[in-house]
């Protein structure tokens, strides 16, 4: 399988910080009041940050 | 793989008007991946909701909607049930509107086992007015019209649902959001009255008056009072105090209530010789 790719739509990220609390290999830092995505390689395509976001805003690919 | 939930979303709604860290968009999400997983129709489902935060959830997805009168989701249901039968009927809503001022159409649907799924968002307070106090606040905390501390004993949702008659009554958190769809399907597939109760967070009006810093916290909480029925057998009472159930509660088969209805007409229509 080709390796994840993991993004985050910043237009409707609130900047709650589950993506970046809960992801269990920090893939996301809080960059001022949104998301992003710091370490797309140690993502393990898990998806609890795309089942978790409550504003549609992170898709893993 | 990313989900598709724009397949089943309204075009240009989104970002939400939920607040940052809101369970309910969590929840959303998990209905329609188990709309998805059962495969329903958009044409033949139909998602009521009565008025709240919660209840503005069907104003997003793209199915047959109806947003009503604060508490009434339930009643409203039962009537495109009882027109149309063949049709999935879903409501969503909150505590305050399904279990406070619209508690006696609950129990009554509960008591009909009419065949729909209700999804029940519990983040303990009237969140879209203000954060006042809702029959499922728990004792002792804090709201804008409970600032001493709340003096009310709650409902427990689910074992209201089940006292009162509902065959399916499950509940999950917001946290837990694969169980979430998991047990929405499960309410879904059961005929008669399915209700699923989710634990949710209001970060705005429930974690302000209740020293919750952040969202995080909130989730944690979720995450750390949860325990599935399965490991609950094996803990002592001590182990389980401040803990909630969670995964499938009851379940049971009755006669549904459309089903007990069609055999009314039946009987009339006989009686009357047409
Ligand atoms: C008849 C009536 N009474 C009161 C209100 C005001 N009102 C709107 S939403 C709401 C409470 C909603 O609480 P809940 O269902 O728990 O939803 P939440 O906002 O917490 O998601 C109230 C009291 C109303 N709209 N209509
Ligand atoms: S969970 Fe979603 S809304 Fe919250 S910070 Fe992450 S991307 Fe943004
Ligand atoms: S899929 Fe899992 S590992 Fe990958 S970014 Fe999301 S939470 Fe982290
Ligand atoms: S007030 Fe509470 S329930 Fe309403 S959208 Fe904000 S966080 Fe959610
Ligand atoms: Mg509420």
Known sequence: MNNPKVEVIEDYCKGCSICVEFCPTDVFEMVGFVARVVRPEACTRCMLCELRCPDFAVKVY | ?274
Not at chain 2, 110 to 116: F, G, L, P, S
Not at chain 2, 204 to 211: E, L, Y
């Open chain 2, 1 to 274: 793989m990313a989900f598709d939930y724009e397949q089943y979303l309204r075009p240009g709604k989104l970002p939400h008007i939920w607040c940052p860290g809101c369970g309910h968009g969590i929840v959303m999400k998990g209905l329609l991946r188990a709309i998805d997983r059962c495969g329903l129709q958009k044409n033949n489902t139909a998602i009521v909701s009565g008025t709240g935060c919660a209840s503005r959830l069907p104003g997003y997805v793209d199915f047959n909607t109806l947003h009503t009168a604060h508490g009434r989701a339930a009643a409203f249901a039962t009537g495109i049930k009882m027109a149309k039968p063949e049709m999935d009927v879903l409501v969503v809503g909150g505590d305050g509107d399904g279990i406070a001022i619209g508690g006696n159409h609950f129990i009554h649907a509960c008591r009909r086992n009419i065949d729909m799924t209700y999804v029940l968002m519990n983040n303990y307070i009237y969140g879209m007015t203000g954060g006042q106090f809702s029959p499922c606040t728990p004792t002792g905390d804090r709201t804008s019209t409970t600032p001493y501390g709340n003096p009310d004993p709650i409902f427990d949702v689910a074992k209201l649902a089940i006292g009162a008659g509902a065959t399916f009554v499950a509940r999950t958190t917001a946290f837990h959001a694969t169980q979430i769809d998991k047990l929405i399907t499960a309410g879904l597939r059961h005929k008669g009255m399915a209700v699923i109760e989710v634990l949710d967070d209001c970060p705005t009006a429930f974690g302000r008056h209740n020293k919750f810093r952040s969202v995080v916290e909130m989730m944690k909480r979720l995450k750390d009072i949860a325990v599935p029925t399965q490991a609950a057998s094996q803990m002592s009472p001590d182990q389980l105090r401040g803990k909630i159930l969670t995964g499938i509660l009851h379940q049971e088969e009755k006669p549904e209530y459309c089903e007990q209805y069609q055999q009314v007409i039946a009987r009339a229509q006989a009686a009357a010789k047409f």
